[in-house]
């Protein structure tokens, strides 16, 4: 009987994005994300991943008081990790905020669906990230045993 070993990514791989300020920059985002995740075979559920970008990215544009900020996302020792860089001093801080609030819950869900997350100061400002662990139990993306679109779809 042939076994089929799964390699999961080891070595260091980095994506960065520079994003226009504006109302598509978390589209582009979830997009680059989705776009790394299957190029490097990331197992991961990517819809917790883009929904957690979109989140780190919106809540960066919504503070942000130049053109652009950045999309760092990179996969190394079993996990993902996504930074968004921006120009703001502002740190970022979970809020206590009621359950029928329109805003305000972003990063309730980045602290309840990452398996880690924070901020560090830059010399331009912040990044905000989280990281998300390789779960080996997930097929990997366009390998063998099925795809990980990022759309629902196999």
Not at 124 to 134: I, P, R
Request: charged share 20%.
């Amino acid at each position: 009987m042939n076994a089929m070993t799964v390699t999961l990514p080891t070595e260091l791989r980095i994506r960065r994005a520079p994003l226009a300020v504006g109302p598509t920059a978390a589209a582009e985002a979830r997009g680059q994300v989705r776009a790394a995740i299957s190029a490097w075979d990331v197992p991961i559920d990517p819809s917790v991943a883009v929904l957690l970008t979109s989140e780190l990215v919106t809540n960066a544009i919504r503070h942000e008081t130049g053109q652009t900020i950045t999309l760092a996302i990179d996969c190394s020792q079993g996990q993902l990790r996504v930074d968004v860089h921006d120009s703001s001093g502002a740190i970022p801080a979970v809020l206590d905020t009621p359950c029928d609030a329109e805003t305000g819950r972003g990063l309730v869900l980045v602290a309840t669906l990452s398996d880690e997350w924070g901020f560090y100061r830059t010399p331009a400002g912040k990044a905000v990230y989280f990281t998300l662990a390789f779960q080996p139990d997930l097929p990997l993306s366009g390998g063998p045993q099925g795809s990980i679109r990022g759309d629902g779809e196999p």
